[in-house]
């Protein structure tokens, strides 16, 4: 996280000091690092440099526009999951020629904007999706590209929501299943197989789930050209763990070295889908303490984000850092471990003021007794976090700050309270 680091007690991105950024735009507030996702997009290219990488970068994951136009401009290609996101790529000036399309269940309309886009190829989940992207296809006088998504069956070790290679996963077709569909795929005209595609989970830490995953794709590569298919694309998804709490996530060189040799020896390009290893780490959620309270023994820190702003928390019980944007004194930056007993800390429930149990950033996390108007920053907050975020409690959305050095650009500017009743109708 060397891109949000601690000088003197205060929390920068970059080289900008985040209590001034929260005073100029407002809490709560997400904060980007341009560096730190040009880094790992960059440490991507690097690391599999012998398969000559398409970065296709999952949206999903962060998919504000002043993001994308940032990574389009270095050549970065997309993930899509549906319609919008390709409107998305078009608007930031994304080449679709480099943009996947991904999901179990595309529409007609969403297969042939992809088809007039001219997308690289579509991920196909299912053996009906093949037969109606063929058929819309060929009522548009055009070829669909496509890649079948398999099923590898590994088990990534990962939260249940978030696995999706195992066998009884909604997505993909397991690998009997798929190289049937490849046999009848075979002399339907309006389809060219160009590609293989599996995606195993995400918040992968460790390389043996892709190990095994990229083993079985070589041999299923290898099949499919057999049958005739013209395979170029060895497409390995997206899925890389980043670091939550300290260093629970390999390096993406280790990543590297176990998927690299598979694909090269099936002579295929190699295609990727990284959505949080790229965006996590790159963005902090930052608020401001409105109220504290004790309950019992219970210790309440209420601050003015919510479950609405970020829902990782209460939708995965997921872990993010919290600690304060200004250090009280005697504190180090934001501790390691916060397993550990930590001296001038005490339990306390961050909450946000949504009217549900379940709106919680952290629950009895070590942190400082803290006064009203104190900000605090949630680390690691830059993958599924805005993207995620809801109106409920008709609270407007956050505003988005994009930092590059000393400069902070709003890509995306805070909601008015016209902008949340705009659809509504008396
Ligand atoms: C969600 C998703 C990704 C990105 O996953 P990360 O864990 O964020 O890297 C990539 N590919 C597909 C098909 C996905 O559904």
């Known amino acids: 996280m060397d891109h949000f680091h601690y000088r003197g007690g205060q929390l920068y991105c970059e080289d900008l000091p985040v209590a001034d950024l929260a005073e100029q735009f407002g809490t709560p507030l997400y904060v980007y690092s341009q560096a730190a996702f040009l880094d790992t997009f960059n440490a991507l290219r690097t690391a599999f440099a012998a398969v000559d990488p398409l970065i296709c970068y999952a ?11 940032m990574l389009a401009e270095r050549g970065s290609g997309f993930d899509v999951v549906s319609g ?105 005209p ?25 083993a079985k794709g070589v041999d299923i590569i290898e099949k499919l050209r057999k049958m005739g298919h013209p395979v170029r694309w060895y497409n390995v998804g997206g899925g890389f763990g980043i670091d939550y709490k300290a260093h629970e996530a390999k390096p993406i ?24 290893v790229m965006s996590g780490n790159a963005g902090i959620l930052v608020s401001r303490v409105l109220y504290t309270k004790q309950s019992g023994e219970k210790r309440f820190l209420i601050q003015d984000a919510a479950m609405n702003d970020l829902i990782r928390p ?3 019980e997921s872990f993010h850092k919290i600690w304060p944007v200004s250090v ?76 590059e050095g000393t400069n902070a650009r709003l890509v995306r500017r805070r909601e008015t309270y016209d902008d949340l009743i705009l659809q509504e109708r008396l």
């Open 328 to 403: 009280p004194s005697g504190l180090p930056a934001p501790p390691d471990d916060f397993e550990g007993a930590i001296a001038g800390t005490d339990p306390w429930d961050v909450v946000g003021p949504v009217c549900e149990s379940g709106d919680f950033l952290a629950k009895d996390r070590a942190l400082p007794r803290l006064e009203r108007g104190a900000l605090l920053a949630t680390f690691s907050a830059g993958a599924y976090g805005m993207v995620m975020a809801s109106n409920y409690n008709t609270r407007p959305r956050a505003a988005e700050v994009l930092v």
């Open 253 to 276: 060189q280790a990543f590297a070295d176990v998927i690299v040799p598979a694909v090269q020896s099936t002579g295929c390009r190699l295609a990727m889908e990284p959505g949080r």
């Open 190 to 214: 309006s389809l060219t197989m160009i590609g293989m595609h599996m995606h195993i989970g995400s918040q992968i830490t460790t390389v043996e789930p892709y190990a095994g995953a990229v």
């Open 314 to 316: 209460a939708l995965y």
């Open 84 to 188: 919008g996101e390709l409107y998305r790529v078009v608007a930031a000036g994304g080449d679709p020629g480099k943009t996947v399309f991904a999901g179990v269940g595309k529409t007609d309309e969403e297969i042939e904007e992809a088809l007039v886009a001219g997308v690289l190829m579509f991920n196909v989940e299912s053996e009906e999706e093949l037969e109606n992207i063929a058929r819309v296809a060929s009522q548009a006088g055009k070829v669909a590209p496509i890649a079948l998504r398999v099923n590898p069956d590994v088990d990534p070790k990962t939260h249940r929501y978030i696995s999706t290679g195992k066998k009884e996963s909604k997505f993909g077709m397991d690998i009997d299943r798929a190289l049937r569909v490849a046999e009848s795929a075979v002399k339907i």
């Open 59 to 69: 949206m999903k994951a962060n998919s504000n526009l002043g993001i994308l136009k």
